[in-house]
């Protein structure tokens, strides 16, 4: 029986234990006067969990168990006898077998995977049964024994509040379990990685050449500072240009000076700036951004632009981050008391001076903690740089000539041909790594200022 | 600051300061006051000058898009007279029926008689103007119709890319010079391009669809929905109603917040080295990506539906208890409806930027080349953004159009929905 139809039967196992029970305690209920700590559909619920659950972990159990009991079971057939010692022609051979059995493949390549196959097949389908019999069986025992505690004086309620809770609380873990596993596969991959290259030529080197790595000296081709330099000068620095004088002065025109109807119109568009998937802005960069930047460099009268220029990836992630620095800065200065304001104007200050004077020195920590958050995004962000910077690691000012980040790197090292344990894959986790602890602090120390800066007008 | 316009009132004894109160019609308050004045209009044109640069800069994105990508829904065909009758293909009609058609008919040699009928009409370069699936077009207009085998017919078949181009107005001088030709004999027409909504990736410009990545893109989606969605609005109502202050709840928010700020390559990162690594999970395939895509999406919803239940009044709430509800029963009954359009608005605008992601998908492979649509979720698939991504790094001119013509699709539906968050908030937004 195919999984599909087990989880519909344990499925419609249960849907029918609810009825009954439900149908049971509404009996019940209906002869009798007293108070009762349970309303019949909690009973229903019990009987239907006690119905479903039980085999539904049996079934994720079997499910990591039962190919191992299989090839347990072919390996045990006179014809496995054949097979070669444990390694990767065995594995192989089984593998092939399988797929065979399974019906996915029609040739072999091994003669022996051709007469394994109907043992795979019939011991496949032994266990197939064994699992829908116990699957069954647990779900007709659960249910019954649920069935049986269906009575007037029973908590059904809290039972199944309690299970709720603790769904509750397991799905809230998810967050936990996934923030251990990035930090615990990063870390376990750099580890690796800082093994073979030590961690000071790889922080410290100012050589990044991936493409030829010497085997004796991995060290001398993976310095990252190159790398580190691309991604400030694109994410924090030519960005940042862009986006803190627009993002700035747009959330002043559209908070202070724009009608409420301006204002309701121009945010969302604003916003859908933010709402473009990065692949666009990439391609935007690439096709259209890049070759004006260059040709603007050579009328300029630098010959030697390129057209991968780390101005052209700089200039659409500025664009990009616009309405992110615009709401992060609305945010800070609608949170300014409007006495200070009241009072500033009243003075006979103009609404400009106003801004300048009173406003953004009263918003500077909520504004600069924004710009933290848009730089830990900037230099985060990956489709732009990949497909409009260059992939030369060049320690440069000069914003015509080709950069690279880490994140370009990351995905240039993932995405070629190398084997997974080389040097060069490792080191994409070591980047990743460094990407990710500092976003983090970046992070800590934008949310802590933002919120120092909330403290000091509540 | 100092010197106010009020007298100061005698607080010492000493003798009250007099002060002349300021003449504002004197030539020099006159020209401080102009110049006050135009440095507020100079610095309020800048504000709305920043909101409309924006806005154009938008508009720009949007409108060359646009007008690149619209030509990728058109394709330039060529009238081809194939005499079917004197090709005698070896085929009888009983087999033009069910699936095993396409297979019958391309063993039956169908593609050499096409391109053998473009050599007769066009020149021996003949078969050089026809796409290379001009021939599937002439297959299936014998499925539809097998009495076509018995005669000669015109069909109209898609050009091949460079003419296709060059009929767009950006070709080379050959095939501009083969264009005017075929022009000239007026056996060109154009017409909307179906193929690049029904068919997947191919090595042809002219034979491309998005399809294929379409569909990845939706079953990647629904595994992303069917996982984010209840474990966000789970974890948010934990935390927002039942949570006791204690480390572990603080852990569970700072873990959340900071999951929510991470880039999106760490999550490939984490898919490639635990997904693929430790379970050995098949590589490209959407149950994979969904995955990846999902744990990116869980902190959206949470932070969104933490703000959506927030704002549900405690009054609610009291009520609920009053009447003698249980806690669970207020949070279901009461709370959660009452939450859930702010929380669905949270939804769509997080699956919107998975729909939109393309980093994390390219390190768990999803940017193989993949000719065909996928049909289960453990199939080799790739997604929307990375079929845009891998199109545009492709040298022909053709894929060009093709690139931003995938992109009009993604940002419709993007677009849409944006939209239909928007219309919910609008719709269900409550002030209590």
Redesign the interface.
């Known amino acids: 029986m195919s999984a599909i139809a087990l989880l519909f039967l344990v499925a419609g196992l249960g849907l029918i234990g609810w009825l009954t029970a439900r149908v049971r305690a509404t009996r019940f209920r209906a002869g009798s006067t007293a108070r009762f700590s349970s309303l019949p559909a909690h009973h229903g619920w019990y009987v239907a969990l006690w119905t479903a659950i039980p085999p539904l972990v049996f079934l994720v159990i079997w499910s990591v168990t039962s190919p191992a009991l299989v090839t347990d079971a072919v390996l045990a057939t006179p014809a496995a006898i054949q097979l070669p010692p444990p390694g990767f022609d065995r594995a192989s051979i089984l593998s092939e077998a399988r797929s065979l059995a399974e019906g996915q493949s029609f040739g072999a390549f091994h003669g022996l995977a051709q007469t394994l196959a109907p043992s795979y097949a019939a011991a496949q389908s032994r266990y197939d049964w064994i699992a829908t019999a116990l699957a069954l069986l647990l779900a007709f025992a659960g249910g019954a024994f649920a069935f049986t505690r269906v009575k007037p004086g029973f908590g059904a309620r809290t039972q199944i509040e309690r299970v709720v809770m603790l769904a509750l609380l397991g799905a809230s873990l998810i967050a936990i379990l996934t923030t251990v596993g990035i930090v615990a596969s990063l870390l376990y991959e750099s580890v690796r990685f800082f093994s073979v290259v030590p961690i000071t030529d790889f922080l410290f080197g100012t050589h990044w050449s991936p493409q030829v790595i010497d085997a004796r000296d991995p060290g001398a081709s993976l310095g990252a500072v190159p790398l580190f330099w691309g991604t400030f000068f694109i994410g924090a620095v030519i960005a940042m240009i862009v986006a803190i004088p627009f993002g700035l002065m747009s959330a002043i025109y559209l908070t202070q000076y724009a009608k409420p109807t301006t204002r309701k119109w121009m945010k969302p568009i604003l916003e859908m700036l933010a709402g473009v998937p990065t692949v666009v802005y990439g391609y935007f960069a690439a096709l259209t951004v890049a070759p004006a930047v260059r040709d603007l460099a050579v009328s300029i009268g630098i010959s030697w632009a390129s057209s991968e220029s780390a101005l052209a990836a700089g200039l659409v992630m500025g664009i990009m981050i616009i309405p992110f620095v615009s709401s992060m800065a609305d945010d800070s200065i609608a949170a300014v008391p409007s006495s200070m304001r009241d009072g500033s104007l009243a003075m006979g200050a103009t609404s400009s001076e106003t801004i300048r004077r009173v406003l953004l020195p009263a918003a500077l920590p909520g504004v600069v903690g924004g710009v933290l958050l848009a730089v830990s995004r900037a230099i985060g962000e990956t489709m732009i740089v990949v497909m409009a910077a260059s992939g030369v690691a060049t320690l440069t000012l000069n914003p015509f000539a080709s950069t690279t980040t880490v994140t370009k790197q990351i995905v240039d090292l993932l995405t070629g041909e190398a084997e997974f344990d080389s040097p060069k894959t490792l080191a994409a986790f070591a980047l990743g790594l460094t990407l990710f602890v500092v976003t983090l602090l970046l992070n800590i120390v934008a949310l802590r200022v933002v919120k120092r800066y909330r403290e000091a007008y509540d | 600051m100092t010197d106010t316009l009020v007298p100061s009132l005698p607080t010492s004894g000493a003798e009250p300061v007099r002060r002349v109160p300021t003449d504002w019609t004197t030539q020099a308050m006159q020209s401080r006051i102009r110049r006050?004045?135009a440095?507020?209009r100079?610095?309020?044109f800048?504000?709305?000058?920043?909101?409309w640069?924006?806005?154009a800069?938008?508009a720009f994105?949007l409108v060359?898009?646009l007008s690149q990508g619209a030509s990728g829904f058109v394709e330039t065909r060529v009238a081809l007279p194939v005499d079917l009758a004197a090709a005698k293909l070896p085929i009888s009609p009983s087999r033009l029926v069910g699936r095993g058609a396409d297979l019958a008919l391309a063993g039956a040699g169908l593609e050499g008689t096409v391109l053998a009928a473009a050599s007769t009409a066009y020149g021996k370069d003949g078969a050089n103007l026809l796409s290379d699936g001009a021939w599937a077009v002439v297959r299936d207009a014998i499925k539809a119709d097998p009495s076509l085998l018995q005669r000669r017919a015109v069909f109209e078949v898609p050009v091949s890319s460079p003419i296709d181009v060059a009929a767009k107005g950006v070709g080379t001088n050959e095939a501009e010079a083969i264009y005017a030709r075929l022009t000239a004999r007026g056996v060109l027409s154009r017409g909307f391009n179906t193929g690049f909504l029904t068919s997947a990736d191919s090595t042809d410009a002219t034979r491309v669809g998005i399809w294929g990545a379409f569909k990845g893109s939706l079953l990647t989606m629904a595994v992303t929905l069917l996982l984010a969605f209840?474990?966000?609005v789970?974890?948010a109502?934990?935390?927002e109603e039942?949570?006791p202050k204690n480390r572990w709840t603080d852990?569970?928010e700072v873990?959340?917040?900071?999951?929510a700020?991470?880039?999106?390559?760490?999550?490939g990162?984490?898919g490639?080295?635990?997904f693929l690594?430790t379970f050995g999970m098949p590589r490209s395939a959407p149950i994979v990506g969904g995955l990846t895509l999902a744990?990116m999406t869980?902190?959206v919803i949470?932070i969104a539906g933490r703000n959506a239940i927030k704002a549900v009044p405690p009054s609610i709430r009291d009520a609920a208890l009053g009447v003698g509800a249980?806690?669970?029963q207020v949070v279901?009954h009461h709370v959660l409806p009452l939450a859930l359009p702010g929380i669905l608005t949270g939804t769509i605008i997080g699956m919107?930027?998975a729909?939109?992601?393309?980093?994390p998908l390219?390190?768990i492979g999803m940017?193989a080349f993949i000719a065909a649509p996928p049909s289960g979720l453990n199939d080799p698939a790739t997604v929307l953004?990375?079929q845009?991504?891998l199109w545009?790094d492709q040298v022909s001119r053709g894929f060009?159009e093709k690139?931003?013509a995938a992109?009009i699709v993604?940002?419709v539906f993007?677009l849409a929905m944006?939209g239909v968050a928007?219309y919910l908030r609008n719709r269900f937004e409550t002030r209590w």
């Not at chain 2, 800048?46 to 909101?51: D, K």
């Not at chain 2, 700020?261 to 999550?267: D, E, K, L, Q, R």
């Not at chain 2, 729909?355 to 980093?359: I, N, V, Y």
Request: zero cysteines; proline letters at 6%.
């Open positions: 006050r004045y440095s507020e100079r610095f309020r800048a504000g709305l000058a920043a909101v640069m924006s806005a800069f938008l994105l060359s898009m209840p474990i966000g789970l974890s109502l934990y935390l039942y949570a852990l569970i873990s959340i917040n900071n999951l700020a991470v880039p999106s390559i760490i999550f990162l984490l490639l080295a635990v690594g744990l869980m902190p949470v249980s806690p669970v279901f919107a930027r729909l939109g992601e393309t980093a390219l390190m940017r953004p990375v845009i991504f545009s060009v690139t931003s992109i993604l940002l993007l944006n928007i």
